[in-house]
């Protein structure tokens, strides 16, 4: 199994220098410690990692877990636990502000139990500004790291038990994919698995791209093990994650290119008794091919999540979603030719710079158009340090922003009471 890599550990001896060794090594010296500490207090250690934002940090999260479970510690609800993580997300200004607000919170119970730890990892902690206020004003956090070196938790543990003082450990970007850590899965029948991390399109109005790095894919044997072992292990359907499955791009050694739809090919084949799901799919690179793919592999479920953001071409531009109205309506008419039953969902937001009552009025259009299944549905939030922040002012009222989502979701909400 995955989580039961067995490494001859000596941890009286230096960590060894293979990324997934050392982690072990410092697995079981977090052991030690945690072990003298719940002898102290007559019980074992609890955690509680909670988790916003995307499916990419639920998989990050339920990483965070089988670290530390394999530590010692043991789930609890948060009003109980002795270590509480935040795995935050920055992609909205209200996600953000939400952590604070917990964190707030957490302030007079740590002074009354000073064993207590706290830690912060995820999408906002690869934002300066975020890390610099936490260190003036929320000195009691002890454990902060970003997207990129999730993989060292049990390190930063055993440097937190050993200097007594806030760590402080965030990455600028990586190009390391370290495998084999412990995972704790949330659902026993279905799992994500990442295929690949980052993002390399720059929509003008995402921060995900500064903050999960560039575009990173994995090595398909290496996602076909962690398939196999899950299969073992009852898993029945898994969700293949990335910010855009469909830029998946593994080059062999040989020189041969293995793009999304060999891949899903590739999976789907190799644990026929699965049921395959992916997201997040972006219009612009839905290629024929792997709708093909799609619609002859009986074990690939029958749900696209296409986002298409905007259904005004002025806005699609300014976005930088790098297609049109046109092209995104044509990959809907190719996915319903090859497969009539195809769920379709998406992600729209509205009021981003310049939009207008027409071009709001076009998003309606394309919605009745195409009547998506299911919609996630924001409004827009300026991010710092994006190109739209810089270039694109932030020129929509939020009364009419909000307006505007209330017509949304009215709309949809018709659409998908009729289509159902
Ligand atoms: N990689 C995915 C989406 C990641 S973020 C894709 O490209 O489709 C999930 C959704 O959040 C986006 O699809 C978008 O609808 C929304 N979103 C992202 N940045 C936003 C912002 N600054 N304000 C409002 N919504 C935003
Ligand atoms: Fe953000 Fe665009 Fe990347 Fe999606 S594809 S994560 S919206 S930059
Ligand atoms: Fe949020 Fe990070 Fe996902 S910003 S949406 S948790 S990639």
């Not at 490494?7 to 010296?29: H, L, N, S, V």
């Not at 009354?112 to 999408?123: E, R």
């Not at 300066?128 to 260190?135: A, N, S, T, Y």
């Not at 991390?197 to 003008?204: A, E, T």
Request: overall charge negative; some cysteine.
């Amino acid at each position: 199994m995955l989580n039961n890599v067995n490494y001859d550990i000596d941890i009286t001896k230096e960590p060894p220098a293979d990324d997934t060794a050392r982690q072990y090594y410092f697995i079981e010296k977090a052991k030690a410690y945690v072990q003298r500490e719940s002898e102290e207090l007559g019980r074992p250690l609890t955690f509680c990692v909670t988790t916003f934002g995307c499916q990419m940090n639920a998989r990050d999260s339920e990483k965070l877990c089988g670290i530390l479970e394999k530590i010692g510690y043991v789930e609890a609800a948060e009003d109980e636990a002795d270590f509480i993580i935040f795995n935050t997300c920055t992609v909205r200004e209200n996600a953000n502000m939400r952590v604070y607000g917990r964190l707030g919170q957490l302030k007079p119970r740590k002074k009354k139990n000073p064993h207590m730890m706290i830690g912060l990892c995820g999408c906002m902690m690869q934002e300066p500004e975020v890390v610099e206020k936490l260190k003036t004003s929320y000195r009691y956090v002890d454990i902060i790291f970003g997207t990129h070196n999730i993989f060292k938790f049990a390190e930063l543990i055993v440097t937190r038990f050993e200097s007594q003082r806030m760590v402080i450990d965030i990455w600028k970007d990586t190009d390391k994919i370290v495998e084999d850590l412990p995972v704790e899965r949330k659902y026993s029948f279905k799992s994500g698995v990442n295929i690949m991390f980052g993002c390399n399109n720059f929509c003008s109005y995402c921060i995900v791209p500064y903050v999960r790095g560039r575009e990173r894919s994995r090595e398909p044997k290496e996602i076909i093990r962690e398939i196999e072992c899950l299969a073992a292990d009852g898993v029945v359907e898994i969700m293949l994650l990335g910010q855009n499955v469909n830029s998946y791009h593994y080059e062999y050694p040989d020189g041969r290119v293995l793009g999304f739809a060999g891949l899903l090919k590739l999976v789907a084949e190799s644990a026929p008794e699965m049921r395959v799901r992916f997201t997040t799919s972006h219009p612009k690179d839905m290629s024929d091919e792997t709708i093909q793919v799609i619609a002859e592999t009986p074990n690939v479920c029958r749900h696209i999540h296409l986002p298409v953001q905007s259904g005004s071409n002025k806005v699609l531009k300014a976005m930088n979603r790098k297609y049109t109205r046109e092209w995104y309506l044509d990959r809907i008419a190719a996915i319903r030719k090859a497969m009539p039953d195809c769920g379709i969902s998406t992600d729209m937001f509205t009021g981003f710079h310049d939009e207008s009552e027409e071009d709001f009025e076009e998003t309606l259009s394309l919605m009745r158009e195409v009547v998506f299944d299911s919609a996630f549905m924001f409004k827009y939030s300026e991010r710092p340090g994006t190109f739209a922040s810089k270039n694109l002012p932030d020129n929509v009222s939020e009364e009419v922003k909000i307006d505007r989502l209330n017509r949304m979701i009215a709309l949809q909400n018709e659409l998908s009471a009729e289509s159902s």
